[in-house]
């Protein structure tokens, strides 16, 4: 990982390489034009200078894109820069060699000037092809892995500049000697100085790593090509497409600009190297402050800015007549603060959006947009229009040469000001995807204490074994652009099961969604822990995660609202340790896969993204033949049991509780009734112990007798009316999101509102783990379980209309564009998670009601999900639409009423009941933990809470239990984050309305029943 000031030593290497190469292309870009001038005694000049471009420029492209994808191939840079100077070197000192005098005794009979040219041509595509190598392909990406966004304009600021400060060093220190004609000391200086720098450069970079790439050496080179990629970089590519414009539109003038402003204009000596002096020095300065102000500010937006700067600077240049110095000087300096600056800018984009490790690359492919269009394409644009509008000819022992044309600079312009095509769509792409951008909050100022197996108790209360080993604790952690297995974690390590945007993982990262999280950990079993197959549970990873042993690839899991086991028996080879590598993806709201109340652009009643590995993985090994599944469900009335017990081979299970004991089939529906059974319930919450023995494998599960079942408008606990006294529990923790800190937690919250005198939590939008319905069971708190929602971005209309019209629930969800359900891979996600909770949770007394969807969201054929959940399980009360878009054939009249008047406006054929009302708020400042707080209706203190509460309760709610009220459910048991409508702040310290005063209101409802 890249770390955010750049060292010294970097600095060093950034400019003296950098500085190098550009006086290497300096050479190339201009005084190679400047000598074919010089040579020149043919008057072809102009055709051979965009000849040499033209060829330098493809030359440039394929050697950066074949030797930038074999950098990336072996995972070096260093030998390529280092060799690759010292060739280019010699190669430029070459130029030294040619002169007219040795053409024409070598070729007596062939115009001497064009041979020369010819020969310039030739040699230009050898140093091309050594100074790609080296400079495009090799230092660029060097830089590029080496510098990170929060410095990234800084950097390219002064990069950016070197190529004029590399022409004023030559125009100062050795322009003297093309004018005098040395060009073969001229090139011995410069093609020795590079030498010199190559031999440098071996020790000035530093020592890479041994570690080749695993993908082919043509998938390199062609996956900048594919369609998919162009897709997934659709900024990248369109920013390229701004580059190709600015860069044909530079290459009209560039290529003639000293000769431009020597001959076209008439500056010569003093005037001269004034002119052109003082445009290059202040033109980089100013490029410098811009670059550093990108850093700053949003360099998508200052692209136009600086892009009208450039344009006023071409257009002065334009009525810049002959001699006119002081006008040449202000229009150069504005075209060149513009010219430099807006390379800074784009540089900088195409950097930032460089896939990682892919920088070699990529290189290649920016040079085609970069280098290889402009250059083919401009010097002839710009050869043409002075050929067409002559400014003027220049005569040299005999031979007339045309100038360049002022017109030069007008078709510049006409060209440049296509660029603004390709702006608006790389500022529109960016602002979009601003909002995928992660906006959760991070709490770094808070101690947490955390054991060093955290959850580390037995996580699976309805089927115990003997045999487990928690994998929870600390484990290697990287977070990169790419999906490729890479070992060197650089000793980061992240605390599991917490999602890395918490405090608890240590980690304290929001995940973006072009983000990977490598996770691994060395697996040590215990000896002769291995029974026959070994098992790892995976309770919960947020949201794509592939999951690798030994370096084998073994599944694809897709969703992060379900748990999931994998046999690893085949792949370890009865070997006592093993690697367990994970990688994560998670797009969290930009995904139409289940998300919850997790969004990237989080706030209100939307929370920060929980990614990675935020539930206990843990190992098992069971026999050959082991049982599968228990399910245990109450035949209250026949004072019976429905008894499954699911093995992977169908044979006789024996069953034992209480003094009973039963040999029964295998994966078939036993019952057994007449049995003399205790009762669970609210005030007696007893819970049955069962074991099970099928072959070897010794399990032990427990269930409730109870029935819960609605009987005209009135909802049944045992064949007694009770009335649903609840709370929405979010389910969030402070400092560690959807996971909590300990066991503890879970238990805390659940005897503090039977404390308080409620029986029921809501378990909103979320699955929890299996000991906090344990501890539902034992004490006796019943639970509304909703199936946490999914698609992809809510539409406004749909939600704004059922919130603020949620009496007209008739909407047809098969319409599954209105209700964000078009994906179908997330409809059948739902499905799944949706069997996962029903038959996780099947042996759980606690849990009543199932919430299917909630206010819409991803709502979708609510009548047959309806109809399939009761088929798998009839046991429980569906509330199928809860708060909005209920079709008609809901089990309760479910409604949320935060604004309008709680009344009961249903003729009572059904149960009615406040499935979310009140959201009462008050912010406690030492116990907020928000940017911005939220509530459905603000209190400035506890006493005027208490006040606002009591009257809701006393005035309302306990009223229309006379009229029929079957439950309700306020919103909530704590603070989240923005969110401070809870009973509790999100820490769990202080509760914000009386406790005496609660207790008092749910006295008087308890007394209703």
């Known amino acids: 990982m890249n770390n955010n000031k750049i060292s010294i030593r970097k600095w060093i290497s950034f400019i003296l390489i950098g500085l190098t190469g550009q006086l290497a292309w300096a050479v190339e870009n201009m005084y190679l034009n400047k000598f074919i001038f010089y ?67 070598a070729f007596p009979l062939i115009n001497a000037g064009m041979m020369a040219g010819i020969l310039v041509i030739i040699l230009d595509c050898v140093m091309t092809f050594f100074g790609s190598s080296a400079n495009d392909a090799s230092f660029n990406s060097y830089v590029t892995r080496e510098v990170n966004k929060e410095n990234r304009g800084k950097v390219e600021g002064v990069l950016s500049i070197l190529p004029l400060v590399a022409m004023l060093i030559i125009f100062v220190g050795l322009n003297s000697l093309t004018d005098n004609g040395k060009w073969d000391i001229f090139f011995y200086i410069i093609g020795g100085f590079v030498f010199i720098v190559g031999i440098i450069s071996f020790f000035l970079l530093p020592k890479e790593s041994n570690k080749k790439k695993e993908e082919s050496y043509l998938r390199f080179i062609k996956d900048g090509f594919s369609i998919k990629t162009i897709k997934e970089n659709k900024i990248l590519y369109i920013t390229f497409i701004a580059f190709m414009i600015y860069g044909i539109s530079t290459q009209v003038f560039f290529p003639y600009l000293i000769i431009y402003f020597q001959y076209s204009l008439g500056f010569s000596g003093l005037d001269f190297m004034l002119a052109l002096g003082l445009i290059l020095v202040i033109g980089s300065i100013l490029s410098v402050i811009y670059g550093i102000l990108i850093d700053k500010f949003n360099k998508y937006i200052m692209i136009i800015p600086i892009t009208i700067i450039f344009m006023i600077g071409l257009f002065l240049l334009i009525f810049v007549n002959k001699g006119n110095l002081v006008f040449a000087i202000i229009s150069g300096i504005i075209m060149m603060s513009g010219y430099i600056s807006l390379g800074t800018n784009l540089n900088s984009i195409v950097r930032d959006l460089i896939p990682s490790n892919k920088e070699g690359s990529f290189m290649g492919i920016r040079m085609i947009f970069v280098v290889m269009i402009p250059m083919c394409t401009g010097p002839f644009i710009g050869e043409a229009i002075s050929k067409a509008f002559p400014f003027g000819t220049y005569e040299d022992l005999g031979v007339v040469k045309a100038l360049p044309s002022n017109k030069i600079w007008l078709f510049s312009l006409l060209i440049l000001l296509l660029i603004f095509i390709p702006i608006i769509f790389i500022i529109h792409l960016n602002n979009k995807n601003k909002d995928n951008k992660n906006k959760g909050l991070l709490y770094k100022d808070i101690d947490i204490n955390i054991d060093d197996i955290p959850l580390k108790e037995y996580p699976r209360k309805t089927l115990v074994r003997d045999s487990y080993l928690s994998l929870n604790g600390k484990w290697d952690i990287a977070i990169r652009k790419d999906k490729i297995l890479n070992y060197n974690f650089n000793n980061k390590e992240v605390i599991v099961p917490y999602a890395i945007e918490t405090k608890a993982s240590k980690v304290n990262h929001l995940l973006e969604i072009d983000e990977y999280i490598h996770y691994h950990k060395l697996v040590t079993l215990p000896k002769n822990f291995n029974k026959g197959k070994v098992i790892i549970n995976f309770e919960g990873i947020d949201q794509i995660s592939e999951i690798y042993i030994n370096n084998i690839f073994i599944e694809k899991h897709i969703g992060g609202y379900d748990r999931f086991s994998i046999d690893v028996t085949p792949f370890i080879n009865n070997l006592n340790q093993f690697d367990l590598y994970i990688i994560v993806s998670d797009s969290t709201s930009e995904s139409s896969l289940t998300k919850g109340k997790q969004a990237l652009s989080r706030g209100g009643i939307w929370y920060t993204s929980s990614s990675g590995i935020y539930k206990p993985i843990w190992i098992e090994s069971i026999p050959i033949n082991y049982i599968k599944d228990i399910k245990i469900n109450p035949l209250y009335d026949k004072k019976g049991v429905s008894i499954l017990v699911k093995t992977n081979i169908d044979d006789y299970a024996y069953i034992k509780f209480l003094s009973y004991y039963y040999k029964i089939p295998t994966n078939k529906e036993y019952i057994i009734e007449n049995l003399d059974l205790p009762t669970w319930d609210i005030d007696n919450p007893n819970l049955i112990d069962v074991e099970v023995k099928f072959y070897n ?23 007694k009316k ?6 929405l529990d979010q389910g969030y923790y402070y400092g560690s999101g959807l996971t909590p800190l300990s066991y503890e937690d879970y238990l805390t919250d659940i005897l503090n509102i039977k404390h308080l005198g409620f029986n029921t939590l809501r378990v909103h939008i979320k699955e929890e783990l299996d000991l906090f319905y344990y501890y539902c069971d034992l004490n006796g708190i019943l639970v509304i379980q909703d199936i946490p929602n999914g698609g992809s971005k809510y539409k406004n209309y749909t939600m ?7 009496f007209i629930k008739k909407k047809n969800d098969h319409n599954y564009k209105a209700f964000s359900r078009e994906d179908k891979e997330s409809r059948i996600e739902y499905v799944k998670i949706l069997n996962n909770i029903l038959s996780n949770l099947n042996n759980h007394p606690s849990v009543i009601i199932y919430t299917l969807f909630n206010e819409g969201w991803g709502q979708f054929d609510s009548k047959t999900i309806y109809e399939y959940a009761k088929s798998i399980d009839k046991n429980r009360i569906y509330d199928v639409c809860s708060g909005w878009y209920d079709n008609g054939f809901n089990e309760i009249y479910s409604i949320h009423s935060y604004f309008y008047p709680l009344k009961i406006y249903k003729k009572l054929d059904k149960p009615f009941l406040f499935t979310e009302f009140g959201g009462y708020s008050l912010k406690l400042n030492d116990h907020f933990y928000g940017n911005k707080d939220f509530g459905y209706k603000k209190f400035k203190s506890i006493d005027k809470l208490t006040l606002a509460y009591e009257k809701l309760f006393k005035k309302k709610i306990i009223p229309l239990i006379d009229k029929g009220l079957s439950g309700v459910i306020y919103t909530q048991l704590n603070d989240v984050e923005d969110e401070v409508n809870g009973l509790y702040t999100f820490d769990r310290k202080i509760l914000k309305v009386k406790q005496d005063k609660i207790i008092e209101i749910n006295d008087l409802i308890n007394k209703k029943y």
């Open 697 to 719: 494998d010794l399990v032990h599960t427990y269930f409730g007798f109870r029935k819960i079942e609605i009987k005209g408008s009135n909802i049944y606990l045992n064949n």
């Open 39 to 105: 040579l020149d005694n043919s008057g072809s000049y102009m055709t051979l200078i965009s000849i040499t471009v033209a060829l330098s420029a493809i030359t440039a492209c394929l050697t950066t894109l074949f030797i930038g994808a074999l950098s990336d191939k072996i995972n070096k840079r260093k030998i390529f820069i280092a060799v690759g100077y010292i060739l280019w070197g010699l190669s430029t000192a070459s130029f030294g060699l040619i002169n007219t005098n040795n053409i024409h005794q």
């Open 722 to 727: 009770i009335f649903i006294n609840g709370l």
């Open 800 to 806: 704004i209309r059922g919130g603020l019209l949620p």
